[in-house]
């Protein structure tokens, strides 16, 4: 079975002048499938489709790109990334106008660990890499990763699960692949995302809930080590409690496993 | 004649799990080669060797780079793109150590506009995007240039040659694809690289010559209106004088003109 398709055609190869690979020049979802569903797909499709407006870029139809997923996916459990280049041409930075962007949808396995992570927690670390900040294209999950890839070779040389990344100027932003959430008192904090990072869909899923009410805030050093709970939070992952940052412990409390039995009940079962 | 090599072979297809298209996670050195020479190729190499460091990529012996390079390159003029990625492999942001690095080695050909823009001048805008900053990839010419493919269709939309980049906190940073000089009065300025932009080897080699002397400072908008000479420099396009910077016009001064004569004696001749 291929687990890859490209432009729809089965096949693991794109063609090197892709602006995607000279210039990051494109976007990506990795989307949760279970029994061949996505809950989160109508989320996904929307930022896609918001990101992809501010880049200019074309959106396919939806359907061709569901029915694409879905046909990768197939009715296991697994995890779909839905990658949208601006295809090939233009000139140097110069994209063509008129280009189709170039759709990429690659399947890979469910991540087994999960299951020990969302029950017994996850060890963090600070990250060296602090990221770069009033950035135009804070919020968008579009290919230019490599801050990410720079921490996470940091935190895989440290040992860690996760870690947590904080802007030039000392303001946390998010974990290397998740959004966070600390609970404060009955304070649930999460960063503001308007100079780095991405709007994960996981996150936006949770502040929707009814039983859910988050605190979009700057976050400083000092506030983290003053948390009762810290949790990360991605689409795919779902919600899983950090229970080491650096020297430090923290407890798994009743928020996050409210939180975790909610993502349980109303995506995944 | 093929205008591609991938790890050497000729073709044109990258594996679709390539970090550099998945993340961005690589570098790129575009190369001017004339009658089967790259004057700049020791300075080229230098910056990928630093770059690749600081990314914890491994490199390429230099002599089969530069042989793929040469293959593709023939004895005409023309531009060889050498990108090096993180090949494939890893968990997601978390790159496999012990995976080898891809080289993609592409040609394309010589920019013939440049004889005009290098005689008559350009036209330039100020961007309306601004550049992050306090980048930890600061100076590095990794493929995250989303901000650049971003600058580069506002400039076209607005009809000019290239465009002025400031960074969030309003200082000068590059020009799309070029370093920025400018000179006002006996002082000959170029912008610190240290939160964002690229480490040009042109301006490197330009800065190496015994009759220039550049000064790297802070540059802010009201600088750029007082200089009498504005220029662009990168190691394709050699020297360009601006003439317009949106509403403002700039003549084509001494300086210009004397270093332009320095390129093409030392580097094109």
New interface residues.
């Given amino acids: 079975m291929t687990d890859?398709l490209?432009d729809g055609v089965p096949?693991?190869?794109?063609?090197?002048?892709?602006?995607?690979?000279?210039?990051?020049?494109g976007l990506?979802e990795t989307i949760a499938f279970h029994h061949a569903r996505a809950p989160l797909w109508d989320r996904h499709w929307a930022r896609l489709s918001a990101d992809a407006r501010r880049?200019?870029l074309s959106m396919p139809p939806e359907d061709l790109a569901r029915s694409e997923c879905l046909q990768l996916a197939g009715s296991e459990r697994c995890v779909i990334?839905l990658?949208l280049?601006?295809g090939s041409g233009g000139i140097?930075?110069?994209?063509d106008?008129q280009a189709p962007a170039r759709r990429?949808v690659?399947r890979r396995a469910w991540p087994e660990r999960l299951v020990v992570q969302r029950s017994e927690g996850m060890k963090l670390v600070t990250s060296t890499?602090?990221l770069?900040?009033?950035?135009?294209?804070a919020g968008i999950k579009?290919?230019?990763?490599?801050?990410?890839?720079?921490?996470?070779?940091d935190?895989?040389a440290r040992g860690a699960d996760e870690a947590l990344l904080y802007?030039?100027?000392e303001r946390l932003v998010e974990a290397?692949?998740c959004n966070v959430i600390l609970v404060i008192g009955s304070r649930k904090l999460t960063p503001r995302l308007d100079?780095?990072g991405v709007a994960g869909v996981g996150l936006r899923w949770l502040s929707e809930q009814p039983e859910v009410e988050l605190e979009i805030i700057d976050i400083a050093p000092a506030q983290v080590l003053q948390a009762e709970e810290i949790m990360v939070i991605n689409s795919v992952t779902g919600i899983r409690p950090v229970t080491a940052l650096d020297d430090h412990r923290f407890a798994i409390g009743a928020t996050c496993r409210a939180w975790q039995r909610l993502w349980s009940e109303r995506l995944e079962s």
């Fill in positions: 890859c490209v096949g693991s190869m794109v063609p090197a002048d892709d602006r995607g690979l000279l210039y990051g020049d990506f880049l200019g990334r990658t280049t601006r140097a930075y110069f994209p106008p990429i690659q890499v602090r770069a900040r009033d950035s135009t294209l579009h290919l230019n990763r490599l801050e990410q890839v720079q921490a996470a070779r935190c895989a802007d030039a100027a290397i692949a100079g780095s």
